[in-house]
């Protein structure tokens, strides 16, 4: 047992018994004040929707902990258990390419984990969202989505792990950076490609007809300086009678998008309060910050790739007997994040920092 599996079952039992005393600890919280609404919301909700509310999470939190526990024996067992191996295994047998073998064996391994956490999807839309009457998702949409999601993964997954497993290969010691500024071209080009090309394939998006609302909405863009491509109405009640409201884009062709759900629920002052909120991370510019902060830590992860491709520690201390660009793909997407787990709140630190900032 060399470093590497001794710091990752150390990882992977840390993190799972931390998430789950912060777990359990928010269902204590939550069950300990279900029977009482807080003093600030007294006059606004009523107790039976502050009951709703609080069975609504713990639900959740529930469901959560055996995903956590799913999670843990899943990763396990792909690692020092060898099931990546089988799965590779299964790719050398087969007649392709080398480099396209190592691309389908990402993509298949990826798309097999997804697989075996489709259950926890089921669950939480079908019983808890169901339950508490939010869920408005048929099955015959559930399939549509899983489908589309599946094929789209495919569509532009396929170039950039080609891509990049080509980078790997032939590229000289500097190929970590040439992977990096591919990466960053990419998430750039899925943030212009998002509002007018993507999400159509899941949403019907229609502009705004409230004229009077329309009119509040663009005199809050000019005060804040949003610029804006339009003002639109997605059909999220096709799938959920939650709200929400957001924007996307890039450049001058940014977009506002509201739920229907939020226009039928809210007022318009209300609506004008929820879009403010948004426009509050445009104005402190959260998203360029995020932006730079992905690509540093981006490049970092790259660099630190760059190290397990020429480690056999790396690749034995997670059990892998194939030390192939494919097999590190795989191995730092799914086992690597667990031994930084602990930068998770440092995360969710800066992102409430954020929040209060937009508020």
Known sequence: MNIIEQLFIAALVLRLGVELVLNIRQQLRVAAHRDQVPPAFADRVSLTAHQKAADYTRAKLQLERHRLFFDTAVLYFMTLGGGFNELYQMWLQTQLPPLWRETFFVLSTLWFLSLLHLPFQILRTFRIEAAFGFNRTTV?????????????????????????????????????????????????????????????????????????????????????????????????????????????????????????????????????????????????????????????????????????????????????????????????????????????????ALSRVHEFEAD
């Open 140 to 348: 015959k949409q559930f399939i549509i989505d899983l489908l589309k999601g599946w094929l789209l993964a495919a569509v532009l997954g396929t170039p950039v792990v080609y891509a990049l497993v080509w980078l790997m290969a032939n590229a000289s010691g500097l190929w970590w950076l040439w992977a990096w500024a591919l990466w960053l071209a990419v998430q750039l080009l899925l943030l212009w490609a998002f509002p007018k090309w993507i999400a159509p394939l899941f949403n019907t998006f229609t502009p705004l007809e409230d004229a009077a609302l329309r009119e509040r909405i663009e005199a809050l863009l000019a005060r804040t300086g949003f610029t804006s491509d339009g003002i639109f109405v997605m059909d999220g009640s096709r799938r959920s009678s939650h709200g929400n409201a957001y924007f996307t884009g890039t450049g001058q062709h940014k977009r506002i998008v509201f739920f229907d759900t939020l226009l039928n629920r809210l007022s318009p002052d209300e609506i004008e309060a929820v879009l403010a909120h948004e426009l509050g991370h445009f104005r402190h510019g959260h998203i360029r910050k995020r932006l730079l902060l992905s690509a540093l830590i981006s490049l970092a992860g790259f660099w630190l790739l760059d190290w397990a491709l020429h480690s056999p520690a790396f690749f034995h201390g997670l059990g892998a007997d194939y030390t192939s660009a494919g097999m590190a793909l795989v191995l730092f997407t799914t086992a690597v994040p667990v031994l930084f787990f602990w930068l998770s709140p440092l995360m969710s």
